[in-house]
């Protein structure tokens, strides 16, 4: 008993030396924050919190916890496996995300306060501060910091891991993960950045649903899985699997990710249930294989997903009439049931001679009470000279008050930034579309701290933005790749302001990068790596604060 005393004696004296460092600037402001009260509005229904917390889940989580406590802003912990990776409040009444309680910033306050302790220590905050400072190492001795990884999986547990650059392949394992927890059946669903060879060792069974970006690249949610294990060798003769390849066939390395996911995997002594299935965007149909496998199981394998809405086409301008280069449109469709969020995906249903294929567009405007929704398409040609099937057809064949059918589908990995979080948002061309509803909502958030960077091809016929910007916006910077004094591009622009792009990245900024893979979008990423550092903007996607919403 004296042992236990003197060591409750050594300890809650050093608990009580140590524990004002949380008073300093940032993580008083932090704990203040986590602590207050929220106003005496009536706030946002649980339902309605929750369906927040779940639109704004991290790529990485797989499930998480929330917290409605009494006169305080609701707290979400999100998980991967056992782990928090992210602890999140929301706004009591507009159920956005704000300041997170994580971060860098609660190290450097506990360096920066020890004077600030050892000059106030009588004050009458000691034992608040002393009681965070327990829990909080209670916190950390049971959760280490998370990497985005889980550390055990039931063997009986079916595991469904996807790879999702826009949210599709997400959408669709958690629509199964659903359907089997309705048969009662033990089902994990996981980004594949969170598993490991060691789980997949654990695991009898799995479905993979693997999208790749662009022309064969690899999804940002198992970049990190596929660059540190595909070239190595493991042992998986005890995994029993499928695959489902999502990709767009107009691209020449059709489905190359998840083909290539199936192929490492054979390749790794586990047995395939049948050969990798590919499912093209443009269609949207799932193969015949796959669904007969899920029916198998006794789920619907139908893929069914939000129903279908018509839209009437109400206004069509040109953005660029004089010039010379594609045209460039914004188009906006009367749609009293539809509902969206900043960074989600309008799917068409364009009618062709056999039939229609799907084309999606980044919505390009935040929800108003107008009951409209707007897209910025730019109007393409074939090398034939005939007009690009969906560019076409919205630009130029659909008649003013005509109806188009069309859904919404929810891209979280380009979903909002807390809305006082600094965020860049970079873009050209048509990429305006997925920038223009972020910089919309933050406008009425009243948020300062955003800075575009858009690039164009002609100063004189294309400098479009006032037509599109809100007055308020704060910052602009534009980069012009025909402007005869001075040609340049985004990427450009961000090397010649690197110490700004390491200010805010520094300050907590969120990165938006948004238009063709090709060109701008690699651009851009080689300029921020030559920037921050390769393992520098890894940490920025793992933590979510690299987006982009590329095709």
């Known amino acids: 008993m004296k042992r236990i005393a003197l060591y409750i004696s050594v300890g809650a004296a050093l608990l009580f030396l140590s524990a004002p460092t949380l008073l300093t600037n940032k993580t008083e402001q932090g704990l203040q924050a986590f602590n207050q009260i929220a106003p005496t509005k009536q706030g946002l229904s649980t339902h309605h919190l929750l369906q927040q917390a779940k ?32 602890m ?45 400072l327990l829990l909080f190492i209670l916190w950390a001795r049971r959760y280490k910091p998370a990497v985005g990884t ?32 309705h048969q009662g059946r033990a089902v994990h669903c996981v980004s594949l950045n969170a598993l490991t060879p060691q789980l997949l060792q654990q695991c009898q069974r799995a479905l993979f ?127 009293p049931t539809l509902t969206w969020q900043a960074g989600d995906i309008l799917c068409c249903q364009i009618p062709t001679a056999s039939g229609y294929v799907l084309r999606e567009y980044s919505i390009a405007n935040m929800l108003t009470t107008q009951q409209s929704v707007e897209l910025v398409v730019r109007q393409l040609h074939k090398k034939n000279g005939e007009l690009g099937l969906g560019s076409g057809w919205l630009t130029e064949t659909l008649a003013l008050q005509s109806d188009l059918t069309v859904k919404v589908r929810t891209n979280p990995a380009f979903a909002l930034a807390p809305h006082d979080a600094p965020v860049i ?92 893979q090709t060109g701008m979008g690699e651009g851009v990423h080689q300029a921020l790596v030559s920037i921050l550092g390769e393992e520098t903007l890894q940490k920025l996607a793992n933590e979510g604060r690299y987006r982009k919403d590329l095709y």
Request: charged share 10%.
């Open 88 to 132: 999140q409040r929301l706004h009591q009444q507009t159920g956005e995300p704000i300041a997170p309680l994580l971060g860098e910033a609660w190290v450097n306050s506990l360096h920066r306060a020890m004077q600030h302790w050892q000059n106030h220590w009588h004050t009458p905050y000691w034992p608040a501060a002393l009681a965070l």
């Open 425 to 516: 948002l970079i873009g050209a061309g048509s990429g305006i579309a997925g920038l223009r509803s972020h910089w919309q909502h933050r406008a009425t958030q009243l948020a300062e701290n955003t800075w575009l960077v858009y690039g164009e091809r002609h100063p004189d016929n294309e400098n479009f933005l006032p037509f599109l910007l809100p007055e308020t916006f704060a910052c602009i910077s534009t980069a012009f790749s025909q402007c005869s004094s001075q040609p340049h591009y985004v990427q450009d622009v961000l090397v010649n302001h690197l110490q700004h792009v390491k200010h805010w990245i520094n300050n907590g900024a969120y990165l938006y990068i948004c238009g063709s």
């Open 209 to 335: 649903i693997a999208s790749t970006c662009g022309d064969g690249d690899t999804p940002d949610n198992g970049a990190r899985f596929a660059s540190r294990f595909f070239t190595q060798a493991f042992d998986f003769s005890t995994l029993t699997f499928a695959v489902l390849a999502l990709g767009d066939k107009r691209y020449p390395q059709f489905c190359a990710f998840g083909l290539r996911l199936h192929q490492w995997l054979e390749n790794n002594q586990a047995r395939a249930l049948f050969a990798p299935q590919t499912y093209d965007s443009s269609n949207g149909e799932l193969p015949t294989l796959w669904q007969q496998h899920l029916q198998q199981e006794g789920i619907d394998g139908t893929n069914q997903t939000e129903p279908w809405h018509a839209a009437t086409l109400i206004k069509r301008v040109c953005l660029n009439p004089n010039s010379h280069n594609e045209p460039l449109y914004l188009l906006r469709f009367h749609t």
């Open 55 to 86: 639109h704004h889940q991290p790529l990485e989580a797989d499930r998480f916890t929330f917290y409605h406590f009494p006169q305080a802003h609701p707290l979400v912990l999100y998980f991967a496996g056992p782990q928090v990776l992210h």
């Open 150 to 181: 889980l550390t055990e999986l039931n063997a009986n547990t079916l595991l469904l891991a996807y790879a999702s650059q826009t949210g599709t392949a997400q959408a669709m394992a958690e629509q199964l993960q659903q359907a089997y927890e």
